[in-house]
């Protein structure tokens, strides 16, 4: 079974600039996590998607958003980037058997450079 | 609030040797999951193990075992024999128990560096 993709792989912008990342999670996996890593601030949580609602929201600003379509296939959107955004972001699935309990199983992630 | 801590930074061991990384929660939660991830240097983080908060008991998985304690609220994982392709960060972390219809979040530790030197 093929595991999470994300696209792209790495990306440079710019400050004022607006960014889309993509997840495609497990095939059967239906709820699809987003986080954010820094060496700062380590690995935070940025949402949660299930059945194209988003279920959990972490402590982010109005900025990033997301989105999750029926196929479960999720995408992330930063606006008005800031240099504080560089960050690697990692995508997780899990199958949703029950919430709390289930494994999320990462992506590569998309390492995102703001100059 | 939920929290994980992981005090060793970064652990720097010579192969063959055990090593021990240390992860501590908080948690108001009964009904918890721990879970511990390996991040190599290709930025994934790989999932090596998942503990529910009413089975205590310890794991074995060939090279790695871990000791689960509530009483301590310490969830420890310990490398045998370590190997150069151990190396990587090691991260701890904590979800909380919630319905099906709810949403759920992984809160990670700061992760642990683990060096083997050949």
């Known amino acids: 079974k093929a595991g999470v993709t994300q696209t792209p792989r790495y990306l440079i912008k710019t400050r004022g600039q607006q960014v889309t990342l993509s997840c495609s999670p497990i095939?059967?996996?239906?709820?699809v996590s987003w986080y954010q890593q820094t060496p700062g601030q380590g690995l935070q949580f940025l949402f949660e998607?299930?059945?194209?609602?988003?279920?959990n929201k972490g402590n982010f600003p109005g900025r990033f958003s997301g989105r999750q379509f029926s196929n479960s296939r999720s995408e992330m959107n930063v606006s008005t980037l800031e240099l504080g955004d560089s960050a690697l972001y990692l995508c997780?699935?899990?199958?949703?058997?029950?919430?709390?309990?289930?494994?999320?199983?990462f992506g590569p992630g998309t390492r995102l450079t703001v100059l | 609030a939920q929290k994980v801590t992981q005090a060793q930074t970064e652990i720097s061991v010579v192969e063959k040797e055990d090593v021990t990384l240390d992860c501590v929660y908080e948690?108001?939660?009964?009904?918890?999951?721990l879970f511990w991830y390996k991040q190599p240097p290709s930025g994934e983080l790989v999932f090596l193990i998942r503990r529910n908060s009413f089975d205590e008991q310890n794991e074995i998985s060939g090279r790695y075992s871990w000791n689960f304690q509530k009483s301590t609220s310490s969830f420890n994982f310990t490398i045998t024999a370590s190997q150069v392709v151990d190396s990587a960060v090691y991260f701890c972390?904590?979800?909380?128990?919630?319905?099906?219809?709810?949403?759920?979040?992984?809160?990670f530790g700061e992760g642990t560096q683990l060096t083997v030197n050949p």
């Open positions: 998607y299930f059945s194209e609602t988003q279920r």
């Open positions: 997780a699935s899990s199958p949703r058997v029950a919430g709390g309990s289930d494994t999320q199983y």
């Open positions: 972390a904590l979800s909380e128990a919630r319905g099906k219809t709810s949403g759920s979040r992984l809160t």
């Open positions: 095939s059967g996996h239906r709820s």
């Open positions: 948690t108001r939660d009964t009904t918890y999951y």
